[in-house]
Nanobody, 121 residues
Framework: QVQAVESGGGLVEPGGSLRLSCAAS????????MDWYRQAPGKERELVAR????????YADSVKGRFTISRGNAKTTVIYLQMSSLKPEDTAVYYC??????????????WGQGTLVTVSE
């Protein structure tokens, strides 16, 4: 069974920075994508950033230039989301999503439990 666990959320003032982490674990053969999504109160979940198996990245327009998604140095099953110049509208629960193939040749599509980021004075 594959799991994804996020950490690093919290309260930060506008203009501040925060780094989120996501670690995928289990009998993973390969990962196709690892994504960060977020869901603000009363809004739909949206894709924030994606990193592919080759290291290519994509970002939502609302976070370009402020957020950076990256992998752990030695672990392709760990990703980070460095968030800078945070705004109150970045307040949301942030979720990690990972998709790939297990060692038993099964596809997986797993969500973490979410971590709350609050940007406020």
């Amino acid at each position: 069974q594959v799991q994804a666990v996020e950490s690093g959320g919290g309260l930060v003032e506008p203009g501040g920075s925060l780094r989120l982490s996501c670690a995928a674990s289990g009998f993973i053969l390969s990962i196709s994508f690892m994504d960060w999504y977020r869901q603000a109160p009363g809004k739909e979940r949206e894709l924030v950033a994606r990193i592919g198996s080759g290291g290519g990245t994509t970002y939502a327009d609302s976070v370009k230039g402020r957020f950076t998604i990256s992998r752990g140095n030695a672990k392709t099953t760990v990703i980070y989301l460095q968030m800078s110049s945070l705004k109150p509208e970045d307040t949301a629960v942030y979720y990690c999503n990972t998709r790939g193939v297990t060692m038993t040749s099964r596809l997986f599509d797993v969500w973490g439990q979410g971590t709350l980021v609050t940007v406020s004075e």
